[in-house]
């Protein structure tokens, strides 16, 4: 078994408000899942207007196939123009590692 995980840390545009936030975020986080099956939420900056990190997660049985995924997955959030992507932060997990 081998899982990926993959953080974004983006900067949102002209955002006043948590409200005008989440109206950006969660289609994101709803097209991760929908499009790449994966499971996707917003993890980290909750308390700031212009800031978001989403964390997404698969898990399959080729290593491969998660690389893939992920590379999808950064892609997508990388062209919205709503957002600029600051950093990614990806990890790789096998099940034979302690």
Same mark, same amino acid.
């Given at each position: 078994m081998f899982v990926g995980t993959l953080t974004f840390d983006l900067l949102l545009g002209d955002v006043h408000s948590l409200k005008?936030?989440?109206?950006?975020?969660?289609?994101?986080?709803?097209?991760?899942?929908?499009?790449? &099956?994966?499971? %996707? %939420?917003? @993890? &980290?900056?909750?308390?700031?207007?212009?800031r978001?990190?989403? &964390?997404?997660?698969? @898990? %399959? &049985?080729?290593? %491969?196939?998660?690389?893939?995924?992920?590379?999808?997955?950064?892609?997508?959030?990388a062209g919205r123009p709503e957002v600029m992507l600051l950093s990614t932060r990806r990890r790789h997990h096998h099940d034979d590692d302690e």
């Open positions: 005008e936030k989440r109206s950006i975020v969660r289609p994101i986080v709803a097209e991760l899942q929908r499009k790449y &099956g994966v499971c %996707a %939420a917003e @993890v &980290g900056n909750q308390d700031l207007h212009r978001a990190e989403i &964390g997404c997660a698969v @898990v %399959a &049985g080729d290593a %491969a196939y998660v690389t893939d995924v992920l590379d999808s997955c950064e892609r997508l959030v």
